[in-house]
């Protein structure tokens, strides 16, 4: 079975602090996404990444930063967080011989 | 403008009756594919059903079957037989190439919530 974990299901963080949100994934994927979730939005791409180091902005990059050092690994990093970034954040995975992405179980992420 | 279109915000069904969960999409990519994905009240996100753009024969997989119109650029989602954990959010996804670096990426729709009454 496929395993995309990430580090927290809930976070509480204040405002102006910066904030990591890892996911890591078993299964070798050259692909990993970060998505941000909100009511009648639906599933937003903040950045993807094809391979290591390297990486893509999505739809809503703005305020938003990405690291992948190592393959199984993708951070999403927000340098100094902010209330408009309380959301819940998905981080995905997928191979190109594989048809769909696989998803993490979700950060809800607070910024007070 | 949008590039996947659900219009219905909320869907109610009986349980065991059969409902269709309605999708639109806009590409002038002529190779693309469209997924449904459940995510229940837990928050995980579930792979349901795969569309390829060349695909001839519509999808199936168990109770849910897409209602593939290709001239009409929808992508419906049919369960039959619902049952009262089919309750959660449904996403229509399609994929398309990044313009920058070729790889592939997913659009989502807004979602529709059903809900199964007993």
């Known amino acids: 079975d496929v395993k995309v974990t990430q580090s927290s299901r809930y976070l509480v963080k204040r405002t102006g602090e910066k904030v990591f949100l890892e996911c890591v994934q078993d299964?070798?994927?050259?692909?990993m996404f970060w998505y941000r979730q909100d009511p009648g939005l639906g599933l937003r791409l903040i950045y993807f990444?094809?391979?290591?180091?390297?990486?893509e902005k999505g739809d809503i990059p703005e305020g938003y930063s990405v690291s992948r050092e190592k393959k199984e690994r993708f951070s999403l990093i927000l340098e100094s967080a902010s209330t408009n970034q309380t959301s819940m954040y998905l981080c995905?995975?997928?191979?190109?011989?594989?048809?769909?992405?696989?998803f993490g179980p979700g950060t809800r992420l607070t910024v007070l | 403008a949008q590039k996947i279109t659900q219009t219905q915000p909320g869907m109610f069904v009986q349980e065991k009756e059969a409902v269709t969960l309605d999708c639109t999409y806009d590409?002038?990519?002529?190779?693309?594919?469209l997924f449904w994905y459940k995510q229940p009240s837990s928050g995980e996100m579930i792979f349901l059903i795969y569309?390829?753009?060349?695909?001839?024969q519509n999808a199936t997989e168990g109770r849910y079957s897409l209602n593939f119109q290709k001239a009409r650029k929808s992508a419906n989602l049919v369960i039959s037989a619902s049952q009262l954990g089919d309750s959660a959010m449904y996403f229509c996804?399609?994929?398309?190439?990044?313009?920058?670096?070729?790889?592939?990426?997913?659009?989502f729709g807004k979602g529709t919530k059903l809900t199964v009454n007993p």
């Open positions: 990444s094809y391979d290591v180091k390297m990486k």
């Open positions: 299964m070798d994927h050259e692909n």
């Open positions: 590409t002038s990519d002529p190779s693309y594919g």
């Open positions: 569309q390829g753009s060349y695909d001839q």
């Open positions: 996804a399609m994929r398309e190439l990044s313009s920058q670096g070729g790889s592939e990426k997913l659009v």
């Open positions: 995905a995975s997928s191979s190109p011989g594989v048809v769909t992405q696989y």
